[in-house]
């Protein structure tokens, strides 16, 4: 992968190119050196930013319920432990 700077309007522009195929790179650090937080924390979108918005809701929404079911499992079990006290 190759990485070009392009001046266009007097402002510039990098693309990487792969193969036949190119595509614009939005750095993480501004022309004076400083960071881009947008593009560092949003991949230079707010598209992507969307998308790991709801990967992270999926992900906690999922844990969420794990624990909820484990602790209505351990409440079950510790229901269940006089009657196991009886059985054979």
């Known amino acids: 992968m190759k990485i070009h700077k392009i001046k266009i309007k007097d402002k510039d522009v990098f693309v990487s190119q792969r193969g036949d195929t190119f595509k614009v790179v939005k750095p993480i650090k501004n022309e004076d050196g400083s960071w881009n937080w947008f593009n560092l924390l949003t991949g230079g979108s707010w598209w992507n930013v969307a998308i790991v918005a709801v990967v992270v809701v999926v ?4 844990l969420n319920e ?3 079911n484990m ?3 351990q409440q079950a079990s510790e229901m269940c432990k006089p ?3 009886l059985l054979p």
């Open 71 to 73: 602790r209505a499992l």
């Open 83 to 85: 009657i196991q006290l």
């Open 59 to 62: 992900v906690l929404g999922l």
């Open 66 to 68: 794990y624990s909820t």
